[in-house]
């Protein structure tokens, strides 16, 4: 036997489930998708239902109900006994439109924008340019958003079960003992304001974002009754100066932003804090070996499909930008699946 042909791989040793599970991911993908964009969960939520009221209820043709819900019990997403379907217990709590616990909201923009724009992600990657509604001198999602504050209200809303599962975890994890006043810069609907300030009694806030989002972030706030120490400061990050505060909070911020734009936020945040006042940045922060954390770098591809110059980053990244700026010391700490915050102390 010749030696490359004894190391040449055999299928023995290799199986393609891997490639092929996620080469055709979007089938699940898009199931679950469609899923959420039909309410079936919703739907489901206290009442299941058998195949057939189901098929009438959520408007289904018979071709393809069953194997659509079959699909969905096979993923996980439905149980069936008896013939008869209802929410596995998370689907239950997640994707139920009624519950507090909603994550849809961003699922629901996933389907509705970005599906058919990662479609161009070989354009992307070729050019550089992002292939979202802005597209060749379209108007931007966000301009529009701003024109219409109940669809604002959704993307606010969207942005909350995004980011509560961090926002929970920042609000038990970081010593809050130590401070007295934060400030969470570009705070959208302001859920991580409210568990910070729900966690800790002592401590009083502001939610900064551009003014559109005020009335969002007031409403919230009262639901939460915290209006008497929450407030809202109207501002854009780029044209002036970050309330002062003794800790500063940026979930999701940095990565819309090209690498001279980071560096601006965190001099502006470094300008804004006392002596030994702390910023946290908290996202899908990449592992620094840049080879784990999956979501995050894909999150970096997402940036690309929807920004200018965006772009997820490492922990040491980030660090020695902050550092950079002047802050004395920082360290890196681990949240929720592909999140962590990352501290600099001034
Ligand atoms: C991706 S959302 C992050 C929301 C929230 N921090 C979170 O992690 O869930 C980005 C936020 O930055 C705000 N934003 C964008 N540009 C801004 C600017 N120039 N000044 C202030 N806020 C801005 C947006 O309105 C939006 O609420």
Same mark, same amino acid.
Request: hydrophobic content about 30%; aromatic content about 16%; proline content about 9%.
């Given at each position: 036997m010749s030696t490359s042909a004894a190391a040449a791989p055999s299928g023995a040793q290799f199986a393609p489930e891997h490639i092929m599970q996620v080469g055709l991911g979007f089938w699940g993908s898009k199931t679950l998708l469609s899923a959420i964009e039909m309410e079936l969960f919703t739907q489901l939520a206290g009442h299941p239902q058998d195949l057939e009221t189901l098929t009438g209820r959520a408007g289904l043709h018979p071709r393809s109900a069953r194997d659509f819900l079959d699909a969905l019990v096979a993923l996980g997403f439905l149980e069936r006994t008896d013939g008869v379907y209802r929410n596995a217990p998370d689907t239950d709590l997640f994707l139920d439109?009624?519950?507090?616990?909603?994550?849809g909201g961003v699922l629901e923009m996933a389907n509705a924008r970005l599906f058919g724009f990662w479609n161009s992600l070989t354009e992307a990657l070729r050019t550089g340019e992002l292939q979202n509604e *802005?597209? %060749?001198?379209?108007?931007?999602l966000f301009q529009e958003l701003y024109a219409d504050p109940a669809r604002l209200k959704g993307f606010a809303a969207a942005m909350t079960g995004l980011s509560r599962g961090a926002s929970l975890q920042i609000a038990e994890q970081?010593?809050?003992?130590?401070?007295?006043r934060f400030a969470d810069i570009?705070? *959208?609907? %302001?859920d991580l304001s409210v568990q910070v300030a729900l966690a800790h009694p002592r401590l009083t806030g502001y939610g900064f974002d551009l003014p559109e989002l005020g009335p969002i972030f007031e409403e919230y706030v009262e639901q939460h009754g915290l209006g008497d120490r929450l407030a809202f400061v109207a501002g854009d990050f780029f044209a002036g100066d970050l309330p002062r505060a003794d800790v500063l909070l940026m979930g999701?911020?940095?990565?819309?932003?090209n690498l001279e734009e980071k560096r601006t936020l965190i001099a502006k945040a470094y300008d804004a804090l006392p002596t030994g006042g702390a910023l946290v940045v908290y996202e899908t922060i990449i592992d620094d070996d840049r080879s784990q954390n999956a979501f995050g770098l894909l999150m970096s591809l997402n940036m690309l499909i929807e920004t200018h110059g965006g772009f997820d980053y490492t922990a040491a990244d980030c660090m020695e930008w902050m550092r950079t700026a002047g802050f004395a010391r920082t360290r890196t700490e681990h949240l929720v699946g592909p999140d962590s915050m990352v501290i600099a102390i001034k």
């Open positions: 439109k009624h519950k507090p616990s909603y994550i *802005a597209k %060749g001198g379209g108007v931007p970081f010593p809050w003992g130590d401070y007295k570009g705070t *959208a609907q %302001g999701h911020i940095l990565h819309d932003w």
